[in-house]
């Protein structure tokens, strides 16, 4: 199994920046690919950014598109996402996710979680 563990969240203002870390432990050499997902109160969970762990393509939400960046470190088997430009919107607990075998924006095919750190956008 592979175990999550955010950290990053907090308080900011709109406009300001943030940056999420996840560190993945366990049995690391079975991840394909990462996610981040967010879930904002009262909101389903939606994508946010993905990337491959051995080759590093990446994926986003059009709704961060141009602000967020997702990159992995192989070496600390971490992942972050970078986060600029933040809107109130942007506000939710935020989650990273590992798949053995996909990429993309289903949160239904990553089957390893983090708890989930909170990022509030202030307006």
């Known amino acids: 199994q592979v175990q999550l563990v955010e950290s990053g969240g907090g308080l900011v203002q709109a406009g300001g920046s943030l940056r999420l870390s996840c560190a993945a432990s366990?049995?690391?050499?079975?991840?394909?690919?990462m996610g981040w997902f967010r879930q904002a109160p009262g909101k389903e969970r939606e994508f946010v950014a993905a990337?491959?762990?051995?080759?590093?393509?990446?994926s986003y939400a059009d709704s961060v598109k141009g602000r967020f960046t997702i990159s992995r470190d192989n070496a600390k088997y971490t992942v972050a996402l970078q986060m600029n430009s933040l809107k109130p919107e942007d506000t939710a607990v935020y989650y990273c996710?590992?798949?053995?075998?996909?990429?993309?924006?289903?949160?239904?095919?990553?089957?390893?979680w983090g708890q989930g750190t909170q990022v509030t956008v202030s307006s």
């Open positions: 990337i491959t762990w051995r080759f590093g393509t990446t």
């Open positions: 366990g049995r690391t050499a079975s991840i394909y690919g």
């Open positions: 996710a590992a798949s053995p075998n996909y990429d993309g924006s289903y949160d239904r095919w990553y089957d390893a």
